[in-house]
């Protein structure tokens, strides 16, 4: 085996990331585990995306860039599945930052553990500007994590931070694209049917959220789509869903985009980033202009405190 030959694919699915893209880039070109491949895959991004791309894929011989018109998250990430050309995948989006090691543990974990199907690990949440928000604490054990994952607690398994077998994930079907919320949490139940799933207490990415996330606009018209794919994964252990399962996003309360703004610039101006706060209320004052709540934040903004 060639010195430089990849032992490791990354997938990187990229659509009008341009903003965040040399961040997460980055974040992998300088892992302590050299021998990977960073697969990206331009999703039909409008942006500067493509270009962006078509440079850091000149600077880096570990790059393989692909184009394709929009697809979709989980047409796109199959894509990277079946292009890969080693046996363990870790996946990444193109607005996230991997912590420098999570390559190599997880790398090691996959080698070590045979029973092991995927593994992936805890996360730092941080604000679109990057100023951290809160710090995961997730399951560890495949038991705790199948059931999480049953009741459709996605998050206790992060795909952002995860390394996988190749074989197995293309085995079961990959990603399931009639799913418009979930379709990782889908995978990784299908997957445990063949092996375990493990989380590891450390830290292994730093996942950025947005006004326009999914987890941020998942509304109640979702529901019955989740409903439909958490009664395949209990059908698939011989399990039926109980007619009166109440799912989170039942009670989950409809989140304005201001309110998030609001919220991470709070954090910001209480972490002492005064510069991060202030963009901030520049976007409040353009979408809620006669908002108390927001005037109470500018002025504190303003006095720096």
């Not at 604490?137 to 931070?161: C, M, R, V």
């Not at 799933?197 to 989740?226: E, G, M, W």
Request: proline residues 3%; contains cysteine; hydrophobic residues 40%.
């Amino acid at each position: 085996m060639s010195e430089k030959t990849p032992l490791v694919s990354v997938v990187m699915p990229v659509f009008n990331a341009a903003p965040f893209l040399d961040e997460a880039i980055e974040s992998i070109l300088q892992q302590t585990f050299s021998k990977f491949e960073l697969i990206i895959i331009n999703d039909g991004s409008t942006d500067s995306s493509f270009e962006l791309l078509q440079k850091w894929e000149k600077a880096d011989q570990r790059i393989r860039l692909f184009d394709q018109q929009n697809q979709g998250r989980s047409l796109t990430r199959n894509r990277g599945l079946v292009v890969a050309t080693t046996d363990f995948v870790a996946m990444m989006d193109a607005d996230d930052i991997s912590l420098n090691d999570r390559l190599e543990i997880c790398y090691d974990y996959l080698k070590n553990n045979l029973n092991v199907v995927a593994v992936s690990g805890q996360c730092e949440s941080m604000c679109m500007h990057g100023i951290p928000v809160h710090v995961s604490s997730i399951p560890l054990g495949h038991n705790e994590i199948e059931q999480s994952l049953l009741q459709d607690n996605g998050n206790d398994f992060a795909q952002g931070a995860s390394m996988m077998r190749k074989k197995i994930a293309l085995a079961v079907g990959g990603y399931n694209r009639d799913y418009e919320m979930g379709e990782d949490a889908d995978l990784f139940l299908r997957m445990a049917l063949k092996g375990e799933l493990v989380n590891l207490p450390k830290i292994f990415l730093r996942y950025r959220q947005h006004p326009r996330s999914i987890t941020n606009i998942a509304d109640k018209k979702l529901i019955a789509n989740c409903i439909k794919r958490l009664e395949g994964s209990w059908a698939d252990r011989g399990l039926t869903l109980d007619n009166d399962f109440e799912h989170w996003l039942e009670n989950n309360p409809e989140k304005k985009e201001y309110q998030s703004l609001l919220s991470w610039g709070w954090n910001a101006l209480g972490k002492g980033r005064v510069d991060i706060s202030r963009r901030y209320a520049k976007k409040l004052i353009l979408y809620e202009p006669f908002n108390l709540e927001v005037w109470r934040f500018i002025f504190c903004v303003i006095r720096g405190r």
